[in-house]
Every structure is written in C-alpha cells, then in structure tokens.
C-alpha cells in the first residue's frame, strides 16, 4: 500500500519525527507495525496514550508516563536517574492524539526539540497519530507531515467480505459487488464496516435499497466535518431549461469516468467554471451533472473552512481535498466561489497570508490531482476571480450563462408548468415569453409560484393572464444588475468564455414589452 512504501522510506531514511494524521488509529498502527516487522532488522513499536503511559506491542513491557511531558522524557534514559526506564533504540514510538498538548504547552515545545538530536543518533522515530495536525512554528521544520488515506475498493472489498462471512454467504448476497463497493467509497474501514453491517440488517441483502442505505451513512460521515456536504441530486438536465451547449458537454464528459474510457487514453476531465447572473441555472446544472453521470456530489462551504486556530484553515482545505479524493468518481461542488476568493489580494496584510495558503493548497490539488473528481465552481462575478484562477489547466472550460432567449423561456415556462402538474397547452405561451423578457430561470420559476399562491387564495386555477399579471409585479434581477450582464456578454464575445447556449441571443436588456393577454392572438400582439 502507498501509506506503508512511504513510511519505509521516512524510516530507513532516518526521519526522527512524523505526524500522520488519521481517524482510523486502530488501521494505521496496524500498518506501522507491519512496516516494523518488513524492516531489517525489524524494530519494536511502542504507544503512549495519557491514559495507559507507553506500551510495547506483542508485549507485556511498559513505562509509566501520566503526562506529556514525563511521555516525551521517557523516550530515553534520564541522565542521574538510576535505573530509569526508557523505550529502547532502534523503535518507532507513536504518540496518541498528543495535538492537545503540542500547540499550547511551552515545556512540551521544549523538551521536543531537545529530544532532536537524540533521536536521529539512535534511530529512534517519533511518530505523532492524531485526527488533526497540530504543528507549533518551532516544530515546522523538523516534522514531515503524513496523511494516512482512507480505504480503496479493494480494502473496503476485504471489509466487505469480512462483514458477509460473520454472517453467512447465504444470508447476505451481493447482487452488485462494484456498486456497493463505489457507494462506500469515502468512508473509513470502522465507517464501512457499520454501513454493511446496517444493510444486511435492514435488508438482508446487498440490492438497490441496500446501496441506497450505504450512501445514507456516507452522508452522514462526510457531514461530520462541516466543510462538505453530501448531496443527493435529484434534478435531470430535461429539469433546464436552455443551455444546450452545456448539456451536451456535460454528457460527453461523463462517458470519460468509465474504464473504457480509460483503456481509450482518455484523462479524466478536471473540472468546469459556470459563470453568469444569479437564478441562470449554474447550480441546476452541477446538480443535473451528478445525476447525468451517476456519481456524487460534494459541495465546499467556502465559508467553513477558515478556522480560527493556526493551520486550521489550510488542514480543513486539505481534508476536503483528500475526503473529495476518497469519494472519487465524485463531483465537488464550490457555490458562489467568487466570494471565497474575494480577500486573496490583500490576504497578506489583513490575514497573515492565510487566505492565499488555503487556495494556493486548492490550486494545487486541482492542477496535480489524478482522482476522477470532477470540481464544477459557480460564479456571479467572474471579475473578483483571480487570473491564476481561471488559467487553462485548472478548468477544461468556462461557460458564461446570458439571460434566457425567447426560446429558452419557452421551455421553461412548460417545465415548470409540468412539474406542478399543469399542461403547457392550456396556456399562450408565446405571451408569457413577450411578458418574461430579460427574466431569469429561477425568476420565471417564481411567477408561477406567485401565480399558484393568488390561484389557491381566490379558489381557482392559473391562467396565462394571472401568471402575466405576476409577472408585471415582478422586477427583475437583470435590470439592476445590467453591468455584470454585460460583462458576461463581453466575455463571450472577446472568446475568453463559451457561451453555455447555442442559438438565438437573449435580447437585450431595456424595457420591458409586456403583450396584451386577450381571447386571440392577433388582439395580444401589441406591446402596451
């Protein structure tokens, strides 16, 4: 396993210190000890955890040490003491959820780095496991810093397995190894273990409602953190209305998450940057995108990843990357990422660098990530976005979504006049898309709701007229933010963005030409 060749390579390289960060500690020690055991000549393992001191492994031996410091003293002979117990050389000494006591404790600082040199000189690694990594400045650069990755399919095939066995081949069949396998992808081997122990006993085998059970917990696990959310989509791109040219990449980007993809020489895609006015249908089509192509969704609150202890923010950004990673294929989802971005220009003076860090690490991953993860940003304002930001690389392409044509609102009036069980053609719709210039989708979405509230109040049913009446009442968001549509339209024009839909242009922005709604069509072509 990767995690094992690389902690050999610390060991025999002679790192005296390394932090691994993990919630699996029970996993991880398994495989330092097995790691001990491959190197010649092998070498003990010992624990400290403040409640037990330190502990040998396949050992009876111990050393009391009830503190931290007494813990990290313990590590070696104490000079003037008479028979004072140490850990042996030539060990690896893993320290238990010791982050309490490295950041805030001064002595704890101290006696580390006086243990330094001891260390190296006697092969002794001090070996720091943590679900959090918590580095003090003077420790920056005497640790490398592991993080201990969560099971692949084949390790949650094992578990899998495992799980079957307890209870009997028979009592438990696997209808869809892979599927169940994909669906637990993301989640810890303890997590794993609970979600197919959960399915098998509520129903009593691995199918459809079972794999739907596993990915229930695994949005629960990846809730946990705060920074991601799991999403369950539940929108189809015949749910947008438009943006054709969108739609058709999207499905042609899908087939590249398959192995026949792969075996073709196909990379993964790496990700697309929608831009465009608010209610344009941006977060619509990431979440048409997950359906489409069968995978999840993750969504980054940009917002909850900035913390208020030292390297919190950049760990946060980290355990998105790498939670992300695990999921993968997957789709992560960042709303609104202008916002997130906004403070990088000044980021040295108001916040010590810290947000620059935090998305230089987000860069980072997404220019040198191999896993299928497909990350989809949304922008309002592309012009708060910073250029290193939308350089190709990061993003396959940038899509700028305009205001609907005519067209386009005709499709959507009949959308959402389907889903609430109306037929479009009871309805002029060539009226209501006269009414609707220079709305947006969502906005067209919301006059039929206001429709439907006046409906149900006056005991009657939506018109064409009621809903033309709503929609005069209705000030759309394009007039009082004409400025960033134009924008977006100069990004098309100038090539630096692909306009999201094929066709005719959506007018342009002005006055509103609301047609008269009467009994024939020639009485309603008049603009009031």
């Known amino acids: 396993m990767a995690f094992r060749e690389t902690l050999t390579h ?16 029970t996993r991880a020690i398994q495989d330092i000890v097995a790691v001990a055991k491959t190197l010649k000549p092998p070498r003990p393992v010992w624990t400290w955890a403040i409640t037990e001191g330190w502990k040998e492994i396949g050992s009876p031996k111990a050393i009391k040490a009830a503190d931290p410091i007494t813990a990290l003293k313990s590590t070696f002979p104490q000079p003037g003491v008479t028979g004072s117990s140490a850990c042996p050389e030539e060990s690896i000494l893993i320290l238990k959820d010791f982050h309490p006591y490295s950041v805030e404790n001064a002595q704890v600082k101290r006696v580390f780095r006086d243990l330094l040199p001891a260390l190296k000189s006697t092969g002794r690694l001090l070996l720091f496991l943590s679900p959090t990594v918590a580095i003090p400045v003077e420790w ?72 739907k059970t596993i990915q229930a917990e695994k949005a629960a696990a990846v809730r946990k953190s705060g920074i991601l959310e799991y999403f369950e989509a539940d929108v189809t791109d015949t749910d947008i209305g438009g943006l054709n040219v969108l739609k058709t990449w999207l499905r042609k980007r899908g087939k590249a998450f398959s192995d026949a993809a792969r075996a073709f020489g196909l990379r993964p895609p790496k990700g697309v940057l929608l831009m465009g006015v608010p209610g344009g249908g941006k977060s619509l089509s990431a979440k048409a995108a997950s359906n489409m ?10 917002g909850k990843v ?12 980290r355990t998105a990357c790498s939670t992300a990673d695990a999921c993968a ?3 992560l989802w960042v709303d609104e990422i202008e916002k997130g971005l906004a403070g990088m220009a000044s980021s040295g003076a108001t916040d010590s660098g810290v947000t620059s860090r935090v998305f230089g690490t987000f860069l980072t ?26 350089r190709k690389g990061r993003f396959d392409e940038v899509f700028a979504i305009d205001l609907p044509s005519a067209s386009e609102r005709k499709e959507i009036f009949e959308i959402h006049l389907k889903a609430r069980e109306r037929k479009p053609e009871k309805f002029d719709l060539d009226v209501l898309v ?8 969502a906005e067209i979405e919301e006059v039929i709701n206001s429709a439907l509230f006046d409906a149900f109040d006056a005991g009657g049913d939506i018109t064409t007229e009621s809903v033309v009446k709503c929609v005069k009442e209705t000030k759309p968001l394009a007039l009082t933010a004409a400025e960033q549509i134009a924008t977006i339209r100069k990004w098309i024009e100038e090539g630096r963005a692909r306009a999201a839909s094929d066709g005719e242009a959506a007018a342009p922005i002005g006055p509103r030409k609301v047609r008269r709604v009467g009994l024939t069509s020639s009485e309603g072509a008049n603009a009031d």
């Open 329 to 331: 294929p997957c789709i």
């Open 306 to 317: 900035f913390g208020s202890l030292v390297g919190k923010s950049e760990e946060n950004m």
């Open 365 to 390: 991953w997404m220019q040198e990530k191999k896993s299928q993860v497909f990350v989809i940003a949304t922008a309002n304002n592309v012009s708060k976005i910073p250029p290193e930001f939308l």
């Open 434 to 441: 006269a009414a609707s210039t220079d709305f947006t989708g």
């Open 293 to 302: 192509w069968k995978v999840p969704i993750l969504k980054l609150d940009l």
């Open 10 to 25: 610390y060991v025999n390289a002679g790192f005296p210190a390394l932090w691994v960060q993990s919630h699996e500690e």
């Open 140 to 211: 920056e650069k005497e640790i490398q810093v592991l993080t201990y990755i969560l099971p692949n399919r084949d390790e949650l095939g094992v578990i899998l397995d495992a799980v079957v066995n307890s209870v009997g081949a028979s009592n438990a069949k696997i209808e869809d190894r892979i599927a169940v396998l994909e669906a637990s992808r993301g989640l810890t081997a303890s997590e794993a273990e609970n979600a197919f122990s959960l399915a098998i006993v509520k129903h009593k085998s691995f199918n459809n409602a079972a794999i």
